[in-house]
């Protein structure tokens, strides 16, 4: 039974690892899609969003079939638990992309994104990748300490998502209102993958480990 | 067995409801801050949002603990994981409630919303009570058809959204980018917090019939 379960945990933890890759690689197209204003890569992210969310439901049935045929109790059942709140914000870091994507593909040909603030969503894409990838390397490795090393990651995110607002709230913005508009919706989305990432960074450690790093995994909205 | 399974359910939706209850007040309060530049409703709710977080962990807490002491599967299995899920969509509601009242903090003793604008987020904040309040009413009375209509709601706060982006990217919009960027964000709030409402009525609907209703719950970033 103990070694049922552990084998079912084993390739729980492999499903979330592989939605890590998946969700990296949709952000990191969608970012190049916005940054070199390119249409195919857009809907390559658009159209490959459905494999994220069936790798989220196949996650969600495995975690459920282990609920019912191994009926875990204490810790065990908290890792399930913890296991099916990743593969969902996994699931909502692949929205995310999809809606970078969606923006690159609305203003397709023309860019989305000002000259002023494309060095800051080219480091906001860099971040986000890195947190989807250190999140998998977290998983596959076991290694709790690079969890803890993805916050300083999310701090670097935060603040270049706060330097945004001063470059798009300055009284020099020449850019009109439309792009202020795209610009501080996209800057969300990243911002918002990378707190998602770090949620599932943490809950991974819980399920790899059966303890939660830090007191809190609040979420900003 | 089954009848201690059936009156925990029961208490887990009575404590869904509450919490319904709660994110309307919540909702309603700070959109009546921001209408009416009110700091101390907005304070309010700033305070009451801890509240929120603590009935969310209440229910997770009895969740796992009617998974761990009963052991459901099957439909039983999946209706305790509805309400797991429920939970986590209102306690994002209430974050995003507190948004709204942050935001209204922020530029007191200034109005965050031009002119143009009050109407539409009055209607919006209107609609977004009624969610929560039409969503513990589903859990009390378990009327599947007051689920649905929920629906209807729901697209007419998609309807209000679009319509504030036409209006903020008009191109006589007199209010400068930091007031086009405030809408924006507040704007987004609203609608997330509608996508949530109607995805936990969803999955109440379900803890309390056992069937899912619609194919499909997916929710907007």
């Not at 992309?97 to 060095?119: F, I, Q, S, W, Y």
């Not at 916050?151 to 945004?164: F, K, N």
């Not at 009284?171 to 209102?177: A, C, I, L, N």
């Not at 996209?186 to 790899?208: N, T």
Request: glycine content about 6%; aromatic content about 4%; proline content about 3%.
């Amino acid at each position: 039974m103990r070694e049922a379960y552990h084998s079912e945990l084993g390739q729980l933890a492999d499903q979330l690892a592989a939605m890590c890759a998946m969700v990296g690689d949709a952000m990191e197209l969608a970012t190049r899609a916005l940054l070199e204003t390119n249409l195919s890569l857009a809907e390559q992210v658009i159209s490959g969003d459905e494999k994220i969310d069936d790798a989220r439901s196949a996650c969600e049935e495995h975690a459920y079939s282990l609920l019912a045929l191994q009926a875990p109790v204490a810790t065990d059942l908290r890792t399930v638990l913890a296991a099916i709140h990743a593969a969902e914000s996994l699931e909502r870091m692949g929205d995310l992309a999809l809606h970078v994507a969606k923006a690159a593909r609305r203003r397709h040909p023309n860019p989305v994104l000002p000259d002023g603030v494309r060095e800051s969503f080219a480091e906001m894409g860099r971040i986000a990748v890195s947190l989807a990838r250190g999140t998998e390397s977290v998983i596959r490795s076991q290694d709790v300490a690079a969890a803890r090393a993805l916050d300083d990651a999310d701090d670097e995110m935060d603040d270049l998502h706060r330097g945004l607002f001063s470059v798009i709230m300055a009284k020099d913005w020449p850019h009109g209102v439309a792009a202020a508009v795209d610009v501080t919706l996209l800057g969300r989305f990243y911002e918002r993958y990378a707190d998602h990432a770090v949620s599932v960074a943490k809950r991974v450690v819980f399920v790899v480990t059966g303890r939660m790093p830090g007191a809190s995994d609040d979420l900003e909205p």
